[in-house]
């Protein structure tokens, strides 16, 4: 069957710009996780839902990113007013069970350069 | 801060068994102890997991210490297709999923 996808793959946008990212997850996954990957290092947490509630969104670094899930399957992190330093590899996962940090599914990624 | 150790890198020959530690010195009693690899250019995949008693998978064993506060995920035959950034990773008291650094391990022939 078919993965987690997300779109676009790559993203160049320009310093103060809006930017959405979206993530499809594999078809009946409860659990739905967003990470950012910066080079040579491992993925930090930004946020995860269980259906359409969003569970925590601790990890967002300010209130410029923003996610939602509104129908349970498709979501979007927006990132408003880019700069510079968003600048990452953006990471969308799945899992069929709730609260499922384990099993995780990774997408490919979203590159962002911000310039 | 809740954060795990890893070393940088580590190599092994083919067919050889590996061993990659982590230290977890803060995980909490109840965190279960993740590790997924990533092969270059792709995503996260997961490996195996485990709370308490050692586990063992198609992929990989992870012997866990008596204290929880360190693990060691074990490939039995390294082959070349194990070559890959292996992170272990733990929930910490918030529910935020703590990814280490990594250890970057390369397979010899």
């Known amino acids: 069957g078919a993965g987690v996808s997300q779109s676009p793959r790559y993203k160049v946008t320009k310093r103060g710009q809006d930017v959405a990212l979206r993530c499809d997850p594999i078809?009946?996954?409860?659990?739905l996780y967003w990470y950012r990957q910066a080079l040579g290092q491992g993925p930090e947490f930004l946020t995860y839902f269980n259906y359409e509630a969003q569970q925590d969104k601790s990890g967002l670094p300010n209130d410029r990113f923003s996610a939602e899930r509104p129908e349970g399957s498709i979501s979007t992190l927006t990132i408003q007013r880019t700069e510079q330093r968003d600048s990452a590899m953006y990471r969308c996962?799945?899992?069929?069970?709730?609260?499922?940090?384990?099993?995780?599914?990774f997408g490919p990624g979203t590159r962002l350069t911000v310039l | 801060d809740a954060k795990t150790t890893q070393p940088n890198s580590m190599e092994s020959n083919e067919e050889e068994p590996v061993h990659l530690p982590c230290n977890h010195s803060t995980i909490s009693g109840t965190d279960y102890i993740h590790w997924y690899r990533q092969l270059p250019s792709q995503g996260p995949e997961y490996v195996i997991h485990?709370?308490?008693s050692n586990v063992n998978n198609r992929m990989a064993s992870l012997a866990i210490a008596e204290d929880r506060k360190s693990s060691t995920l074990i490939l039995h035959r390294a082959t070349l297709r194990d070559a890959a950034v292996y992170y272990c990773?733990?929930?910490?008291?918030?529910?935020?999923?703590?990814f280490g650094q990594g250890t970057e391990l390369s397979v010899k022939p």
């Open positions: 485990g709370l308490t």
């Open positions: 078809s009946g996954h409860v659990s």
């Open positions: 996962a799945s899992s069929l069970a709730k609260d499922s940090f384990y099993e995780q599914f």
């Open positions: 990773s733990f929930r910490d008291q918030g529910g935020k999923l703590i």
